[in-house]
Each structure stands twice: as C-alpha cells, then as structure tokens.
C-alpha cells in the first residue's frame, strides 16, 4: 500500500500547483484527477489527494464517501489533546487501559506517564492502550465530545468519533476529504510532525519492585514504512487496521516548497 501512496505522490508533486482548481470533486467511483496527473492503479475504495498549503484537491476517489478509519483516528485524537493537556503532566495506568484490545504500547495500571510518553506510543506504535490513557487523562467523555467538536472546527464535518483509538464502533466514521483536513491542521503542530518522524523513543518499563531501584524504559519504533525507508520530504503518517475498516492511512510529504497530503479508506 505504501509502495502506491509514494508513486502517487511522486507523480503528483510533479503536477502545477493551478491545474488542482480545475479539477472536479467527483465522489464517484471514477478516480478523478487534476489535467495531466496519471493516477497509479491501485484498489483503495475511498482515496485524496490534498494541497496541504490551498485545501486544493489534486486527485480522488469516493472522497466524500463515509467510512471506518481505524486508527487513522488517532491523529484527530493527537490534534484535540495536543492543545488541552500539558505535556509533562502525568496520569496513572488504568487496568481498564490496559486491556484494551488490539495493538498495544505497554501501557500498565498503576504506572505513571507522562502525556508526551503516552503520545509517542499512541502515534509510533499505535498503542489503543495510549490513546484510551490520553483520552482518561482529559476526561474519556469530554475527550470524545471535544474530538467530535475540533472535527467540526477544522471543517471534517462528516467525521464521527466515538473512541479515541479507531477501535471499530457502531458509526463510528469519516471521509478521504474530512481525513486529510484533519492531517492537514494537525501537522501545522510541529510537535505532532516531530513525533510522527520520531523512529524510536523509550518508554516507560515496568516500575521496580525496590524503590531504591531506577525506573527503566524500553524502546519503541516507529512502524511507518516510508518513515523508515527514507522516503524523501515525508511529514510523518499514521496507519490503521480493522475488520470493518480494512487497512487505512493517512500522510503527507514535502518537496520543492510544496506539501501535499495523502488519505486512503478500505
């Protein structure tokens, strides 16, 4: 998948920035794209194509199509919480935390993290168990109505939360255009590029029997594919995977003072 989001976008930073006010939003099943743009073929359902600087779409394909996001979710999650908790504030694991299902960072009920440890391992490793910690340290409730407001806020208007993880949950959903809005504000946080690009960090182990003892770490890295493979100009991007949602992603990229982003459902 991420083979294709890189030729994609190598094919479109190559597009003039006015061809993308010519294209039209088509949300149908016909890829639609900017004159002169070769789209790769690929069998993502809903896809985008944005111009981080204008919004201008430069390609697509069912972009208004309602979808599940999986754990693309978490970067709607990481721009609500960015501004609403400081981060070097700490919260105490849950055992509720900790057994959440699906992909997990190591969060442990009764440890202590901070909100930057807990976000690193939200975003690098996709850690449901940190998104659930960061959601409780706001408030779980608050923090979904407060994710489902900032969607509205940022223009993602057909964008509904109801985990802080992407978890699958009944209407829980969003589009390729809400997506890569949300992408797109968010990484005008350099601290959510920053931790996007991070390719390893240590976090928290489990705290020592002995409190004489130190507390130790364990490092986590970054799965991102491109990330890892050195993909030129790249913004950080966050991945996603379930049942219902298939596998999802959302990035963006750099490149000769030019940014655009990627958004892919299903």
Aim: hydrophobic letters at 40%.
């Amino acid at each position: 998948m991420r083979t294709l989001i890189a030729a994609a976008v190598a094919v479109l930073l190559a597009a003039t920035p006015a061809a993308a006010e010519d294209l039209p939003i088509a949300p149908s099943p016909t890829p639609s794209a900017a004159p002169g743009v070769e789209i790769p073929d690929f069998a993502t359902k809903a896809w985008i194509v944005v111009d981080a600087g204008s919004g201008a779409i430069l390609a697509g394909q069912n972009i208004d199509e309602q979808r599940p996001m999986a754990s693309t979710l978490k970067t709607l999650t990481a721009l609500t919480l960015l501004p609403r908790l400081q981060n070097d504030s700490v919260h105490e694991g849950t055992a509720r935390e900790t057994l959440t299902e699906g992909m997990h960072v190591g969060v442990l009920a009764g440890s202590k993290y901070t909100v930057t440890q807990l976000l690193h391992g939200m975003l690098m490793r996709s850690g449901n168990d940190a998104a659930v910690a960061l959601a409780d340290a706001y408030g779980y409730q608050r923090t979904l109505d407060a994710m489902n407001a900032e969607a509205q806020r940022v223009g993602a208007t057909h964008t509904v939360a109801k985990s802080p993880n992407g978890l699958d949950q009944p209407g829980q959903v969003t589009t390729a255009t809400d997506l890569a809005q949300i992408y797109r504000v968010a990484i005008q946080d350099p601290r959510l590029t920053q931790i996007l690009t991070t390719r390893e960090f240590e976090f928290p182990a489990q705290p020592p029997t002995d409190p004489t003892q130190s507390a130790t770490t364990f490092t986590i890295y970054n799965h991102d594919t491109l990330l890892n493979e050195n993909y030129p100009g790249f913004l950080g991007g966050k991945s996603g995977f379930t049942s219902q949602a298939g596998r999802t992603y959302v990035a963006g990229a750099e490149r000769n003072g030019r940014r655009l982003v990627v958004a892919l459902l299903g």
